[in-house]
């Protein structure tokens, strides 16, 4: 047991009272900020804390003294800290446009506004202003998509409409799970050995088949599959051919397997289902800015499967759910499932689908910001490069304009890259990571990536309206590594 000043007991006698802290100038102003109440739980926390320091032995006299004297500062911190959301705003700096880490695609300024609209107050989400009576949540987004493809592949819109519905959940993994568990459960689903893959956050292909309840059936090998493959492996228990976009890693070399549209033939010859995992929910063509061969959702609707799984906030660029798109009979067999009810989505994400639908289908597509950052000059990227690099000139740091290629992401276009340009930053007193870490202190956090030795900031996933936020940022982490 320690003895003399600095035994426990003589260390509480220094410790001021909760209603003497109350009473000190800076708690008076305190006090006008937050409330009285407030305040002194906040200050009867802190002097517990202080006396289990004490009994802890982790105190001093002098410590203490040190300590008491701060106090007023240390409850304050500790109150501003308690009202933080652990959820903010973040600068992503990486160029990379589907963050899954950073919450895939930003919404654009229309879905955000009719957030706003439908959520701060009451919606028809399930009323029916026509008849006055109780109508259907799932009715939602089915008209805007089908508009939107419509409007897209120049098609008539009451020939999309008579033939195919339109089903929202919350990501595409449910998507797929609820499509098959409706469509095949009990019975056996047929899938390419080279398309048993991980999406990526535990999405494994041949997990979510055995959770819905239905019996895999691999065909082909990992790196050939052919339509006879398919065709053998047909018993009467089959109820499906799936088919899962390799939306996350590519095959080269000796490989081979069926167009979409020749699996819809045998499905059609066979009499079963024939459901495409399609993933990115791209609706317009990427080939124009570089990107070849991404499959789209009108590309998937062309070849008319009966029902298309997409996500909606990777390429699609709206807010996080899974579309279920397919004939009529079938997204009714969906809808009617219990599970469906489980994995139905909020008027948020209705609202913010709508909106983003509505662009593409009244070709706005600019308006949305996944679509706006893909097509990013490079030159201008180069030029705001520049604008921020004069914009932190310090001594203390080596800025350069360096080439670099920024991926898109969230699984969507494995081996293909966007040529960008980026800022790349060497601290002259300590390190690349030491920076980088002081960059996530930031407020906002700025998120970047290191590359030989260097932090690179991809300024195509930043806002330019941000450019001078983060140009402060990258100065305040400079300053701070001393
Ligand atoms: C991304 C992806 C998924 C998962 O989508 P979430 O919306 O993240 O659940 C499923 N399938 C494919 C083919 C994908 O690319």
């Known amino acids: 047991m320690t003895q003399g000043e600095n035994a426990p007991q ?7 009272s909760v209603d003497e802290l109350l009473r000190r100038p800076e708690f008076m102003a305190l006090g006008k900020e937050v409330s009285r109440l407030a305040l002194a739980k906040a200050v009867r926390e802190e002097l517990a804390r202080a006396r289990a320091d004490v009994v802890q032995g982790l105190q001093t006299q002098e410590t ?46 229309p879905a955000l506004r009719a957030i706003v609209e439908v959520a701060g107050g009451y919606s028809n989400l399930e009323f029916d202003l026509e008849t006055g009576s109780r109508g259907r949540r799932d009715r939602h987004a089915e008209p805007m998509l089908l508009q939107a493809l419509a409007s897209l592949m120049d098609e008539p819109l009451e020939k999309l409409a008579s033939e195919w519905s339109v089903a ?3 990501n595409c993994a449910a998507a797929t799970f609820l499509a098959l568990n409706s469509l095949a459960e009990g019975g056996e689903v047929l899938v390419s050995r080279g ?13 979510i088949l055995r959770k819905a309840g239905v019996t895999l059936r691999e065909v082909g090998t990992t790196n050939r599959t052919r339509v006879s493959d398919y065709a053998e492996a047909i018993t009467g228990n089959t109820r499906m051919i799936l088919r899962v976009h390799q939306s996350n890693f590519r095959m080269d070399g000796f490989t081979e397997r069926p167009e ?25 063509p990427l080939e124009r800015m570089g990107i070849k061969s991404e499959s789209s959702l009108t590309e998937s609707l062309r070849q008319a499967p009966d029902l298309i799984a997409s996500s909606g906030d990777k390429l699609l660029g709206g807010p996080q759910c899974g579309l279920l798109l397919g004939r009529s009979s079938l997204v009714d067999r969906i809808r009617g499932n219990p599970l469906f009810r489980a994995l139905r989505v909020d008027k948020l994400t209705y609202a913010a689908l709508e909106a983003t639908l509505l662009s593409y289908a009244s ?43 920024s ?6 276009t494995p081996g293909t890259a ?10 002259r007193a300590g390190s690349s990571s030491g920076l980088l870490a002081a960059l996530r202190r930031q407020t906002p956090p700025v998120v970047a990536r290191v590359h030989n030795d260097c932090v690179l900031l991809d300024l195509r996933t930043v806002p330019p309206e941000h450019d001078k936020v983060l140009s402060s940022a990258v100065r305040a982490a400079v300053e701070g590594l001393g």
């Not at 003589?10 to 001021?16: A, D």
């Not at 398309?195 to 997990?207: A, M, S, T």
Request: glycine content about 8%; charged content about 25%; some cysteine.
């Open 64 to 109: 203490l003294i040190g300590y008491i004297e701060r106090l007023g500062e240390v409850i304050e911190r500790r109150m501003v800290e308690a009202t933080q959301p652990t959820l903010m705003h973040v600068l992503n700096a990486t160029g990379v446009i589907l963050h899954t880490n950073l919450g895939r695609a930003p919404l654009s300024e």
């Open 407 to 412: 991926v898109i992401g969230g699984g969507t």
């Open 195 to 207: 398309e048993l893959v991980e999406i990526g956050g535990g999405f494994r292909v041949p997990d």
């Open 10 to 16: 003589e260390l509480y006698r220094l410790l001021p």
């Open 260 to 284: 979409l549209a020749a699996l819809v033939e045998l499905g059609k010859r066979a009499n079963l289902v024939v459901f495409e995992d399609q993933g990115t929910g791209l609706l317009i």
């Open 418 to 427: 966007l040529e960008s340009f980026a800022l790349s930053l060497r601290p």
């Open 363 to 405: 070709h706005q597509e600019h308006e949305i910001p996944t679509i706006r950052m893909l097509r990013i000059p490079t030159e201008e990227l180069r030029q705001r490069c520049e604008a921020v690099r004069q914009d932190i000139t310090a001594d203390t740091l080596e800025a350069a304009i360096v080439a670099v290629q």
């Open 168 to 170: 929202v959940v919350n």
